[in-house]
């Protein structure tokens, strides 16, 4: 589990794919000129969301692992 995300926070297999469908479904729709300001965007929204830079940061670090 990430630092600082309690269980009731976690999404189940279901809901990752939801959200893996909806993401793929507006990266389609921003396009390719767009896609990255989008990506930025939604990133900035959920780190909002999030409300703790700590965390967010440790998300963009795990994130990056095996690119």
């Known amino acids: 589990m990430s630092p600082g995300l309690t269980p009731d926070k976690?999404?189940?297999i279901g809901g990752l794919e939801t959200v893996y469908?909806?993401?793929a479904?507006?990266?389609d729709q921003a396009g390719p000129d767009k896609s990255e300001l989008?990506?930025?965007k939604l990133a900035l929204l959920?780190?909002?969301?999030?409300g703790d830079a700590g965390q967010f940061t440790a998300?963009?670090?795990i994130a990056l692992q095996d690119l």
Not at 46 to 50: P, V, W
Request: aromatic share 4%; no cysteine.
């Open 21 to 23: 469908d909806q993401l």
């Open 59 to 61: 998300q963009v670090r």
């Open 25 to 27: 479904q507006a990266i």
């Open 38 to 40: 989008f990506l930025v």
């Open 46 to 50: 959920n780190a909002q969301a999030l």
């Open 10 to 12: 976690r999404l189940d």
